[in-house]
């Protein structure tokens, strides 16, 4: 499975950004996709996870309430929505897809269990 991310920038404390992940080299029906961050100097975090085929959704506690996780089959792209955002949701986002059960999402924290990571997106959070 291929991954490519794209919608990252720069905004302001209490901003919203859209993130995209577009899938290709998999039945789009049948995978998991999750999204991680990594910030500077920090090891990359699980935010969040579909299994887009029952649109099960799974978020790490950091951003619950606050981010949305979403699919979309015709255009076999992933989105996470992202309200509130605060200076500590800076990093660069990911996404990636389950190394073996592929339908399925693994616990956001184990980060061993997922691969096919894309190139990344930048979020800033700054005023």
């Known amino acids: 499975v291929q991954l490519v991310e794209s919608g990252g920038d720069l905004v302001q404390p209490g901003g919203s950004l859209r993130l995209s992940c577009a899938v290709s080299?998999?039945?789009?029906?049948?995978?998991?996709i999750g999204w991680f961050r990594q910030a500077p100097g920090k090891e990359r975090e699980g935010v969040s996870c579909?299994?887009?085929?029952?649109?099960?959704?799974f978020y790490a506690d950091s951003v619950k309430g606050r981010f949305l996780i979403s699919s979309d089959k015709e255009k076999k792209t992933v989105f996470l929505q992202m309200d509130n955002l605060k200076p500590e949701d800076t990093g660069v986002y990911y996404c990636?897809?389950?190394?073996?059960?592929?339908?399925?999402?693994?616990?956001?924290?184990?980060?061993?269990?997922?691969?096919?990571w894309g190139q990344g997106t930048q979020v800033t959070v700054s005023s």
């Open positions: 990636g897809a389950p190394l073996w059960e592929w339908a399925i999402c693994p616990s956001l924290r184990r980060l061993d269990q997922y691969g096919s």
């Open positions: 080299g998999a039945t789009f029906d049948d995978v998991a």
């Open positions: 579909i299994m887009v085929n029952d649109k099960e959704t």
